[in-house]
């Protein structure tokens, strides 16, 4: 981890250096990647308390932390220690974002798309309708208020989704007069 020191009307010694870098050194089992995150430790001697400030970019963002105390080793230690939290708390947040993602696979929360070509299905050709193209639609729970403004961004005519509110799938579409239709089953 690379890490630089700045101070203001404070004096930064090689024994608060290695201090810090102890400190921060414990933090690296919460980054993604330890060896490329970055540190920034600004140390600052006010009237009559210290002031430590960290803050620590990596995959997951930036964690920063500013803590004041008697004591600069003291406000170095509170400030880090909230950085840790800060990293623990962003590491469970992407982990558990990985686990709902591969969940929501393994559940079957995707509706298969099939487009079926025009010609198979006229009358009196006397072929049977043949699939020409497979997709995957990702079915999330949202309420119509959320499926619309999604579907207001998007270049899709259509929004599959499971209605927050009911807990059923719903389809929600554009007509030709700029309104909306929803489609939702009746169990």
Known sequence: ???????????????????VEEKLRKLAKFLADPEAAEARVTLEREK????AEVQVNDRFGALVAKETAGQMLDAVNLAV??????????????KE???????????GNHWPVEVIERD???PGSGR????????????????????????????QEVIVFRDADTDRLSVLYKRRDENYGLIAPEL
């Open 81 to 94: 220690d909230k950085v840790e939290t800060q990293a623990e708390r962003a590491r469970k947040k992407n």
């Open 97 to 107: 974002r990985r686990r709902r993602a591969q969940r929501a696979e393994i559940n």
């Open 120 to 122: 198979s299905v006229a």
């Open 128 to 155: 049977q309708p043949r699939v020409v193209e497979t997709g995957r639609l990702q079915i999330k729970p949202m309420s119509i208020e959320e499926a619309a403004m999604a579907l207001e961004g998007s270049a």
């Open 1 to 19: 981890m690379k890490i630089e020191y700045f101070a203001r009307n404070y004096a930064v010694d090689d024994a608060t250096k290695r201090y």
């Open 48 to 51: 009559h308390h210290f002031v």
